[in-house]
Each structure stands twice: as structure tokens, then as C-alpha cells.
């Protein structure tokens, strides 16, 4: 019997009084003890908050699913506050029949449930230079996985019959930025879906109230929100997008472009440097996220010290195709600084970079597209850095 644990003996508040009963928060909100569980942006990083982006708190969560309020956001120009009354998705260009879709439609058609990843081509650009944010909310955070509800893509383009020179299609959305992006007719009638539910619930008009496409696997600039057009075509349209944007610059002038699929990669969330491990040496849990616009994740492995030796981590809970799957490591940490790495293996046998064999394929002009492994340094006190190792 040590000395008494005031948490045990000392009578608390909600032991002696009762809460507010049902009803008091008729859509519920987190206990006040988790308010510092937020998206966040960094101010420097975009002129104004109209065009801009903020980051999921990644450090905070657990398990595959993303919870609808910290999905982060990226907007070019606001949230566009939609009535679905007054919302219509229209289909024409070379089709048999063009059509519009009212959200009742667009509910009478069958439904499919999956579970998909959206990461920004921009996720950890900040990054391509060498160590810069400190938080992987702040370089991996361009990133959520949500279950979505809704039609095949597929089943609204063949009830509108796509002319066999169909060979594209402009998917536009209904924002002041009207933003476009081409998307091959291959991958438009093999996957894309679109949803007009999230994690069982209306999308957020953050993502896209009443309705945007999913484009499983593929970055997220080319999931339109708050879709209104469809246009099928017979080349992409060399929108914005594009061209100026989500292309990556090479060493010689010449720029990648069309580079849609996100490749193999992952991030250690649990320790890092908005969440120290606290409780000193002894027992520690190493946790992480994985993901894959290829596939399913088959291996993770983590090393704690900057590369040298792997070990492999324990993948739990769904293992589903172009899904976050989430990773733990479990080790006897003795206290001696460390530096931790996480490094994805997917199904078709891609393996997540470093990033120096990133920047030796790539130099460094590019903003999207960075996969590269990354590197956390422990400290002996238990807080964590951004750094690179070579
Ligand atoms: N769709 C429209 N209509 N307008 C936008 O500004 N931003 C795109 C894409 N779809 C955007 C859009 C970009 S760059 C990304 S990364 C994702 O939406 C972000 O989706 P989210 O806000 O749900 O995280
Ligand atoms: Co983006």
C-alpha cells in the first residue's frame, strides 16, 4: 500500500451529481477534455484562408477511420454552402443521352459502401527540401479515410450511354473556383464513385455537400467536390489542375504530368513531435498509418534506428484496397535516443522510398508526390524531432 491515490479517494464532481440528461446536445460533440483534437494550418503556408488547406490531427487517432469534423480541408475558393434542393449533376458531352440528376435521382440508384483514403498530391511537399514541420499533422495530415456511400460513376455514364469516342471525362464542381480535373474513361468506369455520404452521414460541406466523386487511390485534387458536370470527352481538357498545378518538375525542365495514382507510403503518428511518449523507458507502442493508391498494404516495417535494421509491425484491423491500414509496434525502449521509420510494402510489391532515392529520380523542384520515408528522432526525454538521416 503506497501513499492514497486522490484519483481513487477524493469524491469527484460526476460522482455526486448527475449530467445533463439526453437531448442536451442534440448532435454530439467531443468530451471538453479532447478540445485540442483539431484540424490546424499553417498560416505562412497559403496567402488566405479562402484558398487554402488545414490538416488532420493524425497524432490523435486510432484505428483506419477518420471522424467527419477532422477531415482535412483544402478549398479553392471556400466552402461552398449547397442546397441539395437546388443542386443538379449533369452528364453531357459524347453521350447517347445527356441527363440531369436531381439528389433524389441520384438516391434511387444502387448504392455501394467502401472505404477509401484521400490524400492531397500535396501531402508532405513541404518536405521535398529536407525536415520542416514538426507534427505529422503538419507533414502527413493532407490525408483522410472515410466509408463512402454512393452510385457508381459507371452506372450514371451508362445510363446516359457514352459514344464509343468517349475517351475522357471533366468532372466540375459547383464552387466559386468551379474546379475541373480530366480523369480517363478507364478509371470512370472501373471505380469512381459518387458519394453523397460519409462514415454513414451526409458529406460535411467541407467535403463536398451534397456530393462529390471519389476517385479511389488517385490524389485527392481529382475527388471534386459539390460535383455538378460531368462532360464525357475525347481528350483531357489541360485544365489548371493540370498543368500548372499537380505536376512535378524534373531535373532536366521537363515536367511529370498525369501522374494520378498515390504511391506506397506511411507515417509513425505515435511518437512524434506533437505526441512525446510520456511515460519514461520500459514498454512502448510505436503506431502508424499505411496506405497504398495501388492496393492493399502487405508489410510494414518500422526501425528505430534511421534505417539501418527492420523489424516488421502488426497490422490491425481491415486491410481493404486504397484503405489507411493501421500499424503497431510494440518494443522494450531503454531510454537511448533514437530514430524511428516507417516504411510500407504494398501489394504489387512497390516499397515506400527514401527520400534520398526520391530526390535522386526527382530532384528537387517538386512539390507533389512525396512518399519518402520519414524520420522522427527520439529523444531520451521522450520528445520527438523532424529530421532527416542519410
Ligand atoms: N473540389 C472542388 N470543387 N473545389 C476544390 O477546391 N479541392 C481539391 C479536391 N476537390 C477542391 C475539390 C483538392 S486539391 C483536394 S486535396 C481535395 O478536394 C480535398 O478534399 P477534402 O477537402 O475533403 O479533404
Ligand atoms: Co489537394
Known amino acids: 500500500a503506497g501513499t492514497p491515490d486522490p484519483a481513487i479517494t477524493e469524491l469527484k464532481d460526476w460522482n455526486q451529481y448527475s449530467g445533463p440528461g439526453v437531448d442536451a446536445a442534440p448532435y454530439g460533440v467531443p468530451s471538453p477534455f479532447e478540445a485540442h483534437v483539431v484540424r490546424r494550418d499553417v498560416p505562412w503556408l ?9 490538416f488532420t490531427p493524425l497524432h490523435e487517432l486510432d484505428g483506419i477511420i477518420t471522424p467527419n469534423g477532422l477531415c482535412f480541408e483544402r478549398h479553392h475558393s ?8 437546388e443542386h443538379r449533376l449533369m452528364i453531357n458531352g459524347l453521350v447517347d443521352k445527356p441527363l440531369v440528376f436531381t439528389m433524389q435521382d441520384l438516391m434511387r440508384f444502387p448504392r455501394e459502401n467502401r472505404v477509401y483514403f484521400l490524400e492531397c498530391a500535396a501531402n508532405s511537399g513541404m518536405e521535398w527540401r529536407g525536415a520542416q514541420l514538426n507534427g505529422c499533422q503538419f507533414t502527413h495530415g493532407m490525408l483522410h479515410n472515410v466509408m463512402y456511400t454512393g452510385v457508381r460513376l459507371r452506372t450514371l455514364l451508362e445510363e446516359a450511354g457514352v459514344k464509343p469516342a468517349g475517351k475522357w471525362i471533366l468532372a466540375e464542381g459547383a464552387d466559386a473556383s468551379g474546379m475541373g480535373r ?4 478507364e478509371k470512370a468506369l472501373d471505380d469512381c464513385l459518387v458519394a453523397f455520404k460519409m462514415n454513414g452521414e451526409a458529406l460535411r460541406p467541407e467535403q463536398g455537400y451534397p456530393v462529390r466523386l471519389c476517385v479511389p487511390g488517385w490524389e485527392g485534387n481529382m475527388w ?55 511515460h519514461g523507458r520500459g514498454h512502448t507502442i510505436i503506431t502508424g498509418v499505411a496506405w497504398s ?6 508489410r510494414v516495417d518500422v526501425s528505430i534506428d534511421g534505417g539501418r535494421n527492420w523489424q516488421h509491425a502488426r497490422i490491425d484491423g481491415p486491410s481493404l484496397s486504397r484503405s489507411l491500414h493501421r500499424f503497431y509496434y510494440e518494443f522494450n525502449w531503454d531510454g537511448s535516443p533514437l530514430y524511428l521509420q516507417s516504411r510500407a510494402i504494398d501489394e504489387q510489391g512497390y516499397v515506400q ?3 534520398d532515392a526520391l530526390r535522386a529520380a526527382r530532384g528537387d523542384n517538386s ?4 512518399n519518402g520515408i520519414q524520420t522522427w528522432y527520439l529523444k531520451s526525454n521522450g520528445e520527438a524531432e523532424n529530421v532527416e538521416v542519410s
Open 46 to 54: 497559403t496567402a488566405d484562408p479562402i484558398s487554402s488547406i488545414n
Open 78 to 85: 471556400g466552402v461552398a454552402e449547397v442546397d441539395p434542393a
Open 182 to 185: 480530366s480523369i480517363p474513361i
Open 224 to 278: 471534386v467536390k459539390w460535383l455538378r458536370r460531368i462532360e464525357v470527352g475525347d481528350k483531357p481538357w489541360q485544365l489548371r489542375e493540370e498543368t500548372s498545378k499537380y505536376t512535378d518538375l524534373m531535373p532536366d525542365g521537363r515536367a511529370r504530368r498525369f501522374t494520378w495514382a498515390m504511391d506506397v507510403k506511411s507515417v509513425i503518428t505515435n511518437p512524434s513531435p506533437q505526441a512525446p511518449i510520456t
Open 293 to 298: 493508391g495501388h492496393g492493399k498494404i502487405k
Open 353 to 355: 522510398p527514401t527520400k
Open 367 to 370: 512539390i507533389y508526390h512525396n
